[in-house]
């Protein structure tokens, strides 16, 4: 599960880790008024605008922008909230852009030798070694993944303890090699512990702050201050029923509806961008289905679990939801019958054909449909759909997964 920007800080607030103020809107009407709260006793007023996608690259998108008036700020959010934002994160088509951050603009201090004094800040499981782990780095503000392969001596890694977490000492010494001196050493090292506190305690997958920044001296802070200016927060959707404040930033009108659908029925389902469906019982079988595809010169438009022990009416929204798709051309069907029965999947097929209507009014299925079944009750599964040719005209049958796999390429067509 993931969260927006301005959640995120709200929840590094929680834990004291110190955030510039902000307020998320939805109109761009509210923009004059979150400027002047956010820019309040500022000598200098500057804040920044921020679309809140779940999605990166909004700077290069033109959807982060700087503004110095209460005018600029109302532009900008007219900007973004009439435009979708398209980046290399996003579909072709982009995203519709609903909310906005409007936050102060920190300074941020320069940095010796050129550049800014933004850093990388992370917690996150490594699974080679089986323990958590702070992810940190001098090269703030940018992809930390360009940073891990240009660069990987860039990236200090420090595990944490499994029982204490991230102990004062080593949050100290990644400080240090980070550059920090003096007070800021302290300011970094705290954070660094609540943050690692935090990814515990939430059940976080990830916990990011990028970037992480000092701000120029002054009589209070003469080393400056240390301050998160952006964050990204994970969950891990197993241990969200323990956090009701996690569960409340849901924000459905962000994912994929197939996606949210799915997760009604208990289907494990991801949309993917090519055009042969794929309706799978088992994780590793159903990625297995789509490496079989792609060997084969086709590409996979999803991936759907349905399961060890999914009903017919389960295999019936399973196909509606694939079939939904307006890229996917074709179905494979790869059920190994153990616990799932292979009749029950196959008259699933059937319920399914007789029930579907098309985008276009017409009731069965349209589209290729190969279907691969082994397993429990495999002969009365595959009699099922022998004796309902009838009733799915667009039925072929694969012997083994590798023939299976081919012939709905070869009806879809390759790429």
Do not use: W
């Amino acid at each position: 599960m993931k969260i927006h920007e301005y959640q995120a800080r709200e929840l590094l607030s929680t834990y004291q880790i110190p955030v510039p103020s902000g307020r998320m809107i939805e109109t761009a009407a509210d923009a004059g008024a979150a400027f002047d709260q956010a820019v309040a006793g500022m000598a200098s007023p500057l804040a920044v605008v921020k679309a809140q996608v779940y999605a990166g690259g909004r700077g290069k998108a033109g959807f982060v922008k700087l503004v110095k008036t209460r005018q600029e700020a109302i532009d900008a959010a007219t900007f973004m909230l009439s435009n979708r934002m398209v980046s290399p994160q996003t579909p072709p088509e982009g995203l519709e852009v609903k909310k906005l951050l409007v936050a102060q603009a920190a300074d941020i201090a320069d940095r010796k030798g050129g550049g800014k004094d933004e850093f990388y800040l992370a917690i996150t499981l490594d699974r080679k070694i089986r323990r958590n782990v702070l992810i940190a780095s001098r090269e703030g503000g940018v992809e930390i993944e360009t940073i891990a392969h240009e660069r990987p001596e860039a990236i200090i890694k420090q595990p944490l303890d499994p029982l204490r977490g991230l102990t004062a000492y080593d949050a100290r010494e990644v400080a240090i090699k980070l550059g920090f001196v003096g007070k800021q050493i302290g300011q970094a090292a705290d954070i660094m512990i609540k943050l690692a506190k935090c990814y515990v305690e939430k059940d976080c997958t990830i916990a990011e702050i990028n970037p992480l920044v000092i701000t120029p001296p002054d009589a209070k802070n003469p080393d400056g201050r240390v301050i998160a200016l952006d964050a990204k927060f994970n969950f891990d959707e197993n241990g969200v029923f323990r956090h009701n404040d996690v569960e409340a930033m849901y924000d459905p009108t962000e994912e994929n509806p197939a996606e949210i659908r799915a997760k009604k029925f208990n289907l494990s389902y991801v949309a993917l961008d090519g055009n042969i469906g794929c309706l799978v019982n088992g994780a590793g079988l159903a990625m297995a289905t789509m490496d079989i595809i792609k060997l084969e010169g086709g590409e996979p438009a999803n991936f759907l679990d349905v399961g060890g022990g999914a009903t017919e009416e389960a295999v019936t929204e399973a196909f509606g939801i694939i079939l939904s798709d307006p890229r996917c051309k074709g179905v494979l069907v790869n059920i190994f019958g153990g616990i799932m029965k292979c009749d029950v999947i196959a008259q699933g097929i059937v319920n399914a054909a007789k029930g579907f209507k098309n985008r276009d009014g017409s009731i069965g299925f349209k589209v290729p449909l190969v279907v691969r079944l082994e397993g429990t009750n495999v002969d009365a599964g595959r009699k099922l759909l022998d004796d309902s040719k009838a009733i799915v005209p667009t039925l072929q049958s694969g012997k083994d997964l590798g023939d299976a796999a081919r012939k709905v390429v070869k009806a879809v067509g390759r790429g």
